[in-house]
C-alpha cells in the first residue's frame, strides 16, 4: 500500500497551526492515484473537518493527535442522520458518505475537542438561546422536516445539531481498528446505513457528564463485528439503532447480522443498548463474553408506541456486571425523545395496534452474573396491547448491593415512574417467559414479580437469604404460569404468592 505522508502536503504537528488544508490535499492526492494509506507520524495535528474518499487508509501512528478545532464555523452543513433523522446538521469532524474501502487505523488518538459544543447544548437545557449563521443555515436547509418538533429533543428549536466524531453513511467494507477516539461533540462513533463493519481493538472515551456522549452507535447497518473494544464514555457505550418514527419506518433499513464480544464497559448509561431508534428493526444481534463495570444499566432494549419496527432474535450470553443500576432492562413504554402531544404516549389503556406499535421477541439471555446491582436485578415492561414476547433467561446470577447508603432509581424509564431500590425482576405485560437455573438476591423484596403475564415457566428460580414474610416469587394477574424446583418443593405454599385475581392454570411441580 502507498502511503502519503501528510507532512509532506504541508502539515504541521505542532498543535498550534491549522492543518485542513494540508490533509485535504493528501486525501485528494491518495485518492487521484487510486487509493491507498494517508499516514499522520507523530505529532498534534490540528485540523477542520476531514471527508474521506473511496480505499483510504487513515493510519494515525503512536504519538500522534488529529485534534479538532472547536470553531463551529469550520463545519459547514451535510447531509447526516441526527438522532434518528435524515437530515442536515454541522459536518462531523471525519465524514464519509457514498465510499467503498475504508480504515482508520493505528495507535494514535482522535481527540474532538467536544467542550465547547457541550457548553452551547448546557445553555439550550437552560434556556439560554443559541443562534448563528451556520444555525440559520442548517434551519433553511431542514424546513421541511417538521416531525421532531414536538419531540422532548433539546437542540431542535435552535437547528444546534452537534456532529458525531466520526460519521459514515452508506459505506462498505469499513474497519476500524487500534484507534482512540475521544472528547466528540455528540456521538462518538456513528456508523449508517454501513455494511461489512469490523470495530476492533478500539478505545472510545468521552467524559461522564458529556451531553449524549454515545460510544459507538451502530445505525441501519448489517454484518457488522465489534471485538475486543474498550469503552468509558457519558451515554450508552454501544447502541444499535435505525431510524425514528415514521420516516425511519419509511427507509426501513434495518439493523442486523450484529456480533458484539470480548469488550469492556466502564461507565455510561448503558453497556449495550437496542433502540430507542429502532423504526427500521433490530435484528439478529448476539452479545458474548463481555463485562459492564459502573453502566447504569447493563443489557437494555427500548421502544415505545410512536416507533414501530421491531427488535428480535437477540442472543446475550457470557456477561460480567458489577455496581449497574438495573443488569437487564427491556422496556416498549420509553418515555423520551417523543411527542409530546400524542396522547398514546402517556396511556396505559390497551390501543389499537397499528403501523407504530413496536414488537420486541425471541431474546436468549444466559451465563450472566451480576453483583452489586442497586435499583432492580430486571426490568422486563411490555405494552398492553403488544406484550414482550419469546423471553429467556438462563444460568443468570444477579446479586443486589447490600450497602444500606446505595440509593436505588428507576430500573428504565417508563410512563409510569417506578423507582426500585436492591429489588428483584419486574416484568409486566410478557407473554412467554422462561426462568432457568435463575438466581436472585435482593435487598428487598422478593426475587421475581409477575404482572399481567401470561405463559411464564419459573424452573429452579431460587434465592438463598429470603426476607422475613417475603415469598420468592409474587404473581399478579398472571395466567398459564409453570413453577418447579427444589426450592420451591421445599418452600411449599410460602414460596409464591399469588393474588386473588390470578388465573387458576398454575402448576406446582
Request: aromatic share 8%; glycine share 8%; net charge negative.
Amino acid at each position: 500500500m502507498y502511503s502519503y505522508n501528510v507532512k509532506n502536503y504541508g502539515a504541521e504537528g505542532n498543535g498550534k497551526n491549522l492543518n485542513t488544508t494540508s490533509i485535504r490535499k493528501t486525501i485528494e492526492a491518495c485518492s487521484n492515484q487510486g487509493g491507498g494509506m494517508v499516514y499522520f507520524p507523530a505529532g498534534t495535528y490540528l485540523t477542520g473537518p476531514i471527508h474521506l474518499e473511496s480505499n483510504i487508509t487513515l493510519y494515525v501512528d503512536a504519538g500522534a493527535t488529529i485534534l479538532f478545532t472547536d470553531d463551529f464555523n469550520a463545519y459547514p452543513p451535510v447531509l447526516t442522520r441526527w438522532s434518528g433523522y435524515e437530515c442536515f446538521g454541522f459536518s462531523p469532524l471525519i465524514y464519509g458518505k457514498d465510499l467503498k474501502n475504508i480504515s482508520i487505523k493505528g495507535d494514535g488518538v482522535i481527540d474532538g475537542q467536544g467542550e465547547s459544543w457541550w457548553k452551547v447544548n448546557r445553555d439550550l437545557k437552560q434556556g439560554i438561546n443559541y443562534q448563528s449563521i451556520e444555525t440559520d443555515e442548517i434551519a433553511e436547509l431542514n424546513k421541511e422536516l417538521t416531525e421532531p418538533e414536538n419531540t422532548n429533543l433539546v437542540e431542535w428549536d435552535s437547528q444546534f445539531l452537534r456532529p458525531a466524531l466520526l460519521q459514515l453513511m452508506n459505506c462498505e467494507n469499513v474497519t476500524l481498528d487500534g484507534i482512540t477516539l475521544q472528547y466528540s461533540p455528540f456521538w462518538n462513533t456513528h456508523l449508517v446505513y454501513c455494511d461489512n463493519v469490523t470495530v476492533h481493538n478500539v478505545t472510545i472515551r468521552n467524559p461522564s457528564d458529556t451531553p449524549n456522549g454515545d460510544g459507538l452507535d451502530i445505525d441501519s447497518c448489517s454484518s457488522v463485528r465489534v471485538s475486543d473494544c474498550y469503552f468509558d464514555v457519558g451515554d450508552d457505550c454501544i447502541a444499535v439503532k435505525s431510524g425514528i418514527n415514521e420516516q425511519g419506518r419509511r427507509i426501513g433499513k434495518p439493523s442486523e447480522n450484529i456480533t458484539i464480544t470480548n469488550c469492556t464497559m466502564i461507565h455510561g448509561h448503558g453497556g449495550v443498548v437496542l433502540g430507542s431508534e429502532n423504526s427500521g428493526g433490530i435484528q439478529n444481534v448476539t452479545v458474548s463474553n463481555c463485562v459492564f463495570i459502573g453502566t447504569d444499566r447493563g443489557i437494555r432494549l427500548k421502544t415505545n408506541r410512536a416507533r414501530g419496527g421491531y427488535i428480535r432474535n437477540i442472543l446475550v450470553n457470557n456477561i460480567f456486571m458489577e455496581d449497574v443500576l438495573c443488569p437487564i432492562a427491556i422496556n416498549s413504554f420509553y418515555r423520551y425523545g417523543v411527542d409530546l402531544t400524542d396522547p398514546s404516549m402517556v396511556d396505559q389503556s390497551p390501543m389499537p395496534i397499528t403501523e407504530k406499535t413496536p414488537v420486541i421477541e425471541h431474546i436468549q439471555i444466559s451465563n450472566v452474573t451480576a453483583k452489586k446491582c442497586r435499583a432492580a436485578a430486571g426490568f422486563i415492561y411490555g405494552l398492553p396491547e403488544m406484550p414482550v414476547k419469546d423471553i429467556s433467561l438462563r444460568h443468570v446470577t444477579i446479586e443486589m448491593t447490600n450497602d444500606p447508603a446505595a440509593a436505588g432509581g428507576e430500573p428504565d424509564m417508563v410512563k409510569e415512574e417506578i423507582f426500585m431500590v436492591g429489588e428483584g425482576i419486574f416484568c409486566k405485560y410478557v407473554e412467554g417467559i422462561e426462568f432457568h437455573r435463575v438466581r436472585v438476591e435482593t435487598r428487598q423484596g422478593c426475587a421475581l414479580f409477575l404482572e399481567e403475564t401470561k405463559d411464564a415457566e419459573i424452573d429452579n428460580l431460587t434465592m438463598k437469604n429470603i426476607h422475613a414474610n417475603t415469598p420468592v416469587v409474587k404473581l399478579n394477574n398472571v395466567e398459564d404460569i409453570y413453577i418447579c424446583g427444589r426450592q420451591s418443593i421445599n418452600l411449599a405454599d410460602e414460596y409464591a404468592a399469588l393474588d386473588k385475581d390470578s388465573s387458576s392454570k398454575i402448576l406446582f411441580n
